[in-house]
Every structure is written in C-alpha cells, then in structure tokens.
C-alpha cells in the first residue's frame, strides 16, 4: 500500500506541484488548501505523515500542529515555512513539527526528509527475532539523565521531560553515546537519515531546543558543542 501524505498549502501552484511530484515519487496526496480543511481531513483519514504550510490564511499549520498534539496525535508532521529566523523555527518545534523545510525548496529535500521522518514510524522491515531470550535492559542513564525508550518517557532527576520524537531519539542517541563525541553527520544520519551539509542549522535547533529543556539552574550543563565536530553529552 502507498504511504499517504496529507499536503495543507495555500499557494495553488506551489500545493499542486508538489502534490504531483509526491504522487509521480509513489506517495498517496490529498492536499488541501488551508488548516481547517487540514484538520477536517487529519480526522476523517490520518495520513502516514503531514506537510504544512506555516503561514496559511485563518488556521496556520502551527495552529493545526498545536491541535493535533493536544489530541494526542503523534503523526510525523513536516514544516514548510518561508521564515528562517532561529526563533521562527524554534516555534514550530514548540508546536509540535518533527522536521522542517525552508522555501523556496527542492523537491528532493522535501523526499528525503519525508523518507526519514516515515522510517522512524513505519519501517519498511520488522527487527530480526532476538535469539538472546533475556529482554533489553528498559532503562538507559548517563549523566544523570534516565530513558525508558520503550515507553518512551525521559528524567533528569526526578524532573520528567516533555520531549517531542526528534528530542527524544536525539537526546537517546546522546546518552547511548555520553562521553563520545558524535559528529554532526553521524547524528544526521542516526536521527534524520540524511546529511543536509554544512550549511543546515536543523541539528543546531533540536540541540539548543534540548538544552533549554535539559538545564537547570545550579546544575551542570550536559550537552555540550565541539567546534567544527560535532556534540557530547557529560556531566562536568
């Protein structure tokens, strides 16, 4: 069965072209033209992933990002957004977007992010069987900070974390990771599945979006920047 993408654009030419190369690229589109049709359609037929404009007229796509994860739904959504500022980035990852793209874009970026964000939650092939019959370990901790991947909740402390999919497989592979320094491509890879280059400042938000989530006052910082490589997670 195609995977099915559910396309929320206001530009008629933009919305169309980019429904015609996710259907020519195998992807089955219902595209839309403003959030509240987004939303309609988001509950009559949740699709296996989102793309939304941020700026749309009456309900903008942060708007239908915001109410879609106050419902509890964990559908990955992909931005688009012709806003580059830092900030404006940040607030779609507060509303709840797992990646975004900044216009004017290339198609090819819109399918790779597509295809990392659908590799996270639908795998194309089951895990091989265990042979080991001893289940994982449930737990993961380093520097203070404790996982239960499997439910998919995070401490620091006693303090629990509210972190969306991307913080939380970033801050995972940190802390499987402390005391290593991992380099910007292996994490693109690990998290995105695909290196954006140099000139991305996708990893930077999600590190500085964790950090602020990570911090406390009095307490040592825990993720920390090597220049020119990459990011560790320790406790100094």
Known sequence: MPQTVLLAEDDRAIRHALERALTLEGYQVTAVADGVEALAQAHKSPPDVLVLDVMMPGIDGLQVCRVLRAEGDRTPILMLTALVETADRIAGLDAGADDYVVKPFDVEEVFARLRALLR?????APAPAREDPQPPARHIEAAGIRMDPQARRAWRGDRELELTR??????????????????HSTIY?????????PGSKNLAVYVGYLRRKLD??????????????GYVLRED
């Open 216 to 229: 406390e006052p009095g307490a040592p910082q825990l993720i920390h920047t090597v220049r020119g490589v």
């Open 189 to 197: 890879d690990r998290i995105w599945g695909y290196d954006f280059g």
């Open 120 to 124: 996270r939650t639908h795998p194309d």
């Open 166 to 183: 991307t913080e939380f497989e970033l801050l995972e592979l940190l802390v499987r990771n402390a005391g290593i320094v991992l380099d």
